[in-house]
Nanobody
Framework: VQLQASGGGLVQTGDSLRLSCAAS????????MGWFRQAPGKEREIVSS????????YYTDSVKGRFTVSRDDAKNTGYLQMNSLKPEDTAVYYC???????????????????WGQGTQVTVSS
């Protein structure tokens, strides 16, 4: 499966963005999905994760209440809605998916087998 992340951009503090992750060459419903980010000089970190059936989600503490992860398997696309953006949200955002017989949220990057190319999100103060 190939992943194409899009929707990043340059915004101001308090603005919103919706990132999309379009899958091709595979059926997204078979995969759990995660969103990661990497800021300059920092390690890649998990932002959010969603189970295959969409019933389970995870958010890192810094984005709880501001970000919402979702998926539309009919469109083979996952989303990360980001509201009330802050300068500390500035990073390259990556979507990733993985396969497993067990459907629960995954937090480690090593759990994910397929990665998108990343989309830059820059939040100015």
């Amino acid at each position: 499966v190939q992943l194409q992340a899009s929707g990043g951009g340059l915004v101001q503090t308090g603005d919103s963005l919706r990132l999309s992750c379009a899958a091709s060459g595979g059926t997204l419903s078979r995969y759990f999905m995660g969103w990661f980010r990497q800021a300059p000089g920092k390690e890649r970190e998990i932002v959010s994760s969603i189970t295959k059936n969409g019933g389970g989600t995870y958010y890192t503490d810094s984005v709880k209440g501001r970000f919402t992860v979702s998926r539309d398997d009919a469109k083979n696309t996952g989303y990360l809605q980001m509201n009330s953006l802050k300068p500390e949200d500035t990073a390259v955002y990556y979507c990733a998916v993985g396969l497993s017989s067990f459907d629960y949220v995954r937090l480690r990057s090593t759990d994910y087998s397929y990665w998108g190319q990343g989309t830059q999100v820059t939040v100015s103060s």
